[in-house]
């Protein structure tokens, strides 16, 4: 008899088991808390990603030691970064990592952000921040963070910048303070 119970209650838990258990799913097609069935996403190593102007000729460049996007839908995440920015003035950004949305022509740049902007002719800007925003349809870049910028001998301290990189601009957010080199005679 006590058999009889044990395998009736056996029995009960192996239906119970059987009835909660997802149906037909494998961990490659599980669902969402919603019920709607998630997709992998990608990881690329040692990634560049390259976008041209009306000509077909290269105007950005993003690679990244690591490319990664968990789903879809999700931001795509970068692990240093290195932006470049081919116009009247070359721009050539790094930072620790930054993030990408998928549907935004858009990159933040985060953690030790440093970007090198060079004209022909000119002297060679180099800024500082913690984090920068790229709008890549309007070309230009933000930060609300502190910047420090050299150039020479010179170096500025900034409460934030625009950079507007199509019209070779770059404003600096007050307060500024600075350090000017004394021109020798």
Do not use: C
């Not at 088991?17 to 494998?26: A, F, K, V």
């Not at 879809?72 to 990592?97: N, V």
């Not at 970007?115 to 002297?123: E, N």
Request: proline share 7%; hydrophobic share 45%.
């Amino acid at each position: 008899m006590r058999r009889a119970w044990l395998l009736l209650l056996f029995a009960a838990a192996l239906a119970l088991w059987l009835w909660r258990s997802p149906h037909g799913q494998s961990p490659d097609t599980a669902t969402t808390s919603s019920g709607a069935p998630t997709q992998p996403g990608y990881v690329a190593i040692n990634a560049e990603l390259i976008d041209t102007n009306e000509a077909g000729q290269p105007q950005y460049s993003l690679r990244a030691t690591q490319i990664s996007q968990p789903t879809p839908a999700a931001d795509i995440e970068l692990e240093a970064p290195l932006f470049t920015y081919r116009g009247e003035t070359e721009w050539t950004l790094t930072a620790a990592r930054g993030t990408l949305p998928p549907s935004v022509q858009q990159v933040s740049l985060l953690g030790s952000v440093v970007a090198h902007a060079q004209r022909p002719g000119a002297v060679p800007l180099q800024l500082r921040t913690t984090s920068l925003g790229i709008d890549m349809a309007a070309q230009t870049a933000d930060s609300a963070d502190a910047v420090v910028m050299d150039w020479g001998r010179n170096r500025l301290w900034a409460a934030g910048l625009h950079a507007d990189m199509k019209a070779g601009e770059l404003k600096l957010k007050s307060p500024v303070h600075g350090e000017i080199a004394r021109l020798e005679q």
